[in-house]
């Protein structure tokens, strides 16, 4: 699980906060969709969580440990996917895989399984001798999924991990996040796909301008005052438009 509390950062310069006074509260056993409009502070958040930026102000804390006071407990318990996974180009994937299995402590057998499973899982089996360099985006994003998931971290989470998956990936994808939860793990992902969001989240949060706008299953947002019957692509745009109306133009 994950709970933010009044967390605010501003970068160096900047004249506005990239995330101000924050507080979430994400459960076991739940997929979250964080949404909002480029530069809203989803990537930010996403760093102050996993500790890759720290908080000007509030706390976070990861399954009970406190990102900032017991990084290392926080990290053991979770994994993170990037917007642009950053891996060794001069590395295989399968060096690089148990470099991470390494890193995490993954004994043997279990490692031997559980690659297994995944590279195959993400036709990566035959492209794992290559190397990194060698693969494509998509190859790319399905070696940093395997990497995160090879603990098999109680949380997951993710920045935009849709992006640049096949079809077939992104479905296999979907049904591991289903199933990692329905074990009492939980999900907390960025994304710009709505459909996405709207089939695979227990609850979905809203930011705009680094706060927090909405938050809520999907009935809920649906339900909200002045937005009831809303699809979450108009109740998006309706929440996130300053001061502009949109039409439902069915
Ligand atoms: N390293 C940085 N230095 C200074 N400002 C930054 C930095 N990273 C992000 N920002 C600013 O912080 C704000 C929030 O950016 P952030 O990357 O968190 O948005 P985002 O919601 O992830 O957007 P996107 O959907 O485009 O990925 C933006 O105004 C952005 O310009
Ligand atoms: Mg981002």
Same mark, same amino acid.
């Given at each position: *699980?994950?709970?933010?509390?009044?967390?605010?950062?501003?970068?160096?310069?900047?004249?506005?906060?990239?995330?101000?006074?924050? %507080?979430?509260?994400?459960?076991?056993? =739940? !997929?979250?969709?964080?949404?909002?409009?480029?530069?809203?502070?989803?990537?930010?958040?996403?760093?102050?969580?996993?500790?890759?930026?720290?908080?000007?102000?509030?706390? &976070?804390?990861?399954?009970?440990?406190? !990102?900032?006071? %017991?990084?290392?407990?926080?990290?053991?318990? +979770?994994?993170? &996917?990037? $917007?642009?996974? $950053?891996?060794?180009?001069?590395l295989t994937g399968?060096?690089?895989?148990?470099?991470?299995?390494?890193?995490?402590?993954?004994?043997?057998?279990?490692?031997?399984? /559980?690659? @297994?499973?995944?590279?195959?899982?993400?036709?990566?089996? =035959?492209?794992?001798?290559?190397? !990194?360099?060698?693969?494509?985006?998509? +190859?790319?994003?399905?070696?940093?999924?395997?990497?995160?998931?090879?603990?098999?971290?109680?949380?997951? !989470?993710?920045?935009?991990?849709?992006?640049?998956? $096949?079809?077939?990936?992104?479905?296999?994808?979907?049904?591991? *996040?289903?199933?990692?939860?329905?074990?009492?793990?939980? &999900?907390?992902?960025s994304t710009h &796909?709505?459909?996405?969001?709207?089939?695979?989240?227990?609850?979905?949060?809203?930011?705009?301008?680094?706060?927090?706008?909405?938050?809520?299953? *999907? %009935?809920?947002? /649906?339900?909200?005052?002045?937005?009831?019957?809303?699809?979450?692509?108009?109740?998006?745009?309706?929440?996130? $438009?300053?001061?502009?109306?949109?039409? %439902? @133009?069915?």
């Amino acid at each position: *699980m994950i709970r933010i509390q009044g967390v605010s950062k501003r970068y160096k310069g900047a004249a506005n906060f990239a995330v101000e006074n924050l %507080d979430l509260h994400v459960r076991p056993g =739940e !997929i979250f969709g964080f949404l909002g409009p480029n530069g809203a502070g989803k990537t930010t958040t996403i760093k102050m969580i996993v500790g890759l930026l720290a908080a000007d102000k509030g706390r &976070v804390l990861v399954n009970g440990h406190d !990102i900032a006071s %017991d990084p290392i407990a926080a990290k053991r318990s +979770m994994g993170f &996917v990037p $917007d642009k996974p $950053d891996l060794y180009p001069r590395l295989t994937g399968l060096e690089y895989l148990n470099l991470i299995g390494d890193v995490y402590g993954v004994d043997g057998p279990t490692r031997t399984k /559980r690659l @297994q499973h995944y590279l195959e899982m993400f036709q990566l089996t =035959e492209a794992a001798g290559d190397l !990194i360099q060698s693969f494509s985006r998509g +190859m790319q994003q399905k070696l940093a999924l395997t990497s995160a998931l090879l603990h098999e971290p109680s949380l997951f !989470i993710l920045d935009e991990p849709m992006v640049g998956l $096949d079809p077939k990936s992104s479905h296999q994808f979907k049904e591991i *996040m289903r199933q990692h939860t329905r074990q009492g793990n939980t &999900v907390f992902f960025s994304t710009h &796909v709505l459909e996405v969001a709207e089939q695979l989240c227990h609850r979905v949060g809203i930011i705009n301008q680094g706060r927090l706008i909405a938050s809520g299953t *999907m %009935d809920e947002l /649906r339900t909200s005052p002045g937005h009831a019957g809303s699809s979450l692509e108009k109740l998006f745009l309706e929440l996130t $438009d300053e001061g502009g109306s949109y039409e %439902d @133009q069915e």
